[in-house]
C-alpha cells in the first residue's frame, strides 16, 4: 500500500533556512501536501503541489518536487521561532484519502 | 480561507458515557468529510469518511458501533464515542474537502475519559 515517510526531528537556528524532506509511495498522486501542526491545534495546510509541477514557490516557502524519486522537500527561508510545530507530509488516494508522513518536529533555537 | 469547525475543543467524561464531537463547514459545503485519530507525538490515523446522506465508511479495525458517524447535512458530520472507556482517550479531527484534493482541517478536539 501506500506509504509516506519523513525524519522525525530537524532542529535549526533562528534565521537559517529549514528543509524538511519526505518520500512516498504512490506514484499516482495528483497532489502532494505540506501540513503544519502547532502543539494541541489542527492542521493548518501550508502549501500543496500539483504532480506535474517540480517546484512551487509561496513567500518564504519553497517545495521541491523530484517524481522520478518520489521525492518531496518543504524549504522554510529566515526561520522563525513561530514556526516551531510539526510539519506533515502527506500525498492523496483516489479516494480523497489523505495519507500522511509520521511528521516532522522541527526546533527553531534562537 | 475555507474554515472548519469542530467543538467542543475538549471534554472530560466519565467512563461508560456517550460524547458527540461537532465537525462544521461554515463557508461551503462538504459532501465529503473524514474523521481521524492521534495519538500524542504520532501521525494521524484515518477512522472513517463520512460522506452526505449516507453511510460512513470505516477504515479497517475502526469499531463503526462505538465510533458512530452521522453526516445529516452539508455544513455538518458529527462523531459519537458511546459508551467511551479510558484507551478512547484521544486527539480527534476532522477534515472537510473544499475543493478537488484540499481538504482543510478542524481545530481537533481532546477527550479525557475517567
Known amino acids: 500500500g501506500e506509504d509516506v515517510e519523513q525524519s522525525l526531528f530537524l532542529s535549526v537556528r533562528e534565521g537559517d533556512s529549514s528543509v524538511i524532506n519526505c518520500t512516498y509511495t504512490d506514484s499516482s498522486s495528483t497532489y502532494l501536501y505540506w501540513y503544519k501542526q502547532e502543539p494541541g491545534a489542527g492542521l493548518q495546510l501550508l502549501t500543496y503541489?500539483?504532480?506535474?509541477?517540480d517546484m512551487k514557490q509561496d513567500q518564504r516557502l519553497t517545495v521541491l518536487l523530484n517524481k522520478k524519486d518520489k521525492h518531496l522537500s518543504l524549504r522554510i527561508a529566515d526561520t522563525q521561532t513561530g514556526d516551531s510545530a510539526i510539519y506533515f507530509c502527506?500525498?492523496?488516494?483516489?479516494?480523497?484519502?489523505?495519507?500522511f508522513g509520521s511528521g516532522t518536529r522541527l526546533l527553531v533555537r534562537p | 480561507g475555507a474554515v472548519v469547525s469542530q467543538h467542543p475543543s475538549w471534554v472530560i467524561c466519565k467512563s461508560g458515557t456517550s460524547v458527540k464531537i461537532e465537525c462544521r463547514s461554515l463557508d461551503f459545503q462538504a459532501t465529503t468529510m473524514f474523521w481521524y485519530r492521534q495519538f500524542p507525538k504520532q501521525s494521524l490515523m484515518l477512522m472513517a469518511t463520512s460522506n452526505e446522506g449516507s453511510k460512513a465508511t470505516y477504515e479497517q479495525g475502526v469499531e463503526k458501533d462505538k465510533f458512530l458517524i452521522n453526516h445529516a447535512s452539508l455544513t455538518l458530520s458529527t462523531l459519537t464515542v458511546t459508551s467511551a472507556h479510558p484507551e478512547d482517550s484521544s486527539f480527534y479531527i476532522c477534515?472537510?474537502?473544499?475543493?478537488?484534493?484540499?481538504?482543510?482541517f478542524g481545530a481537533g478536539t481532546r477527550l479525557s475519559v475517567l
Open positions: 477534515s472537510a474537502i473544499v475543493a478537488k484534493n484540499i481538504q482543510y
Open positions: 503541489i500539483f504532480s506535474n509541477m
Open positions: 502527506a500525498e492523496v488516494d483516489s479516494s480523497y484519502k489523505l495519507i
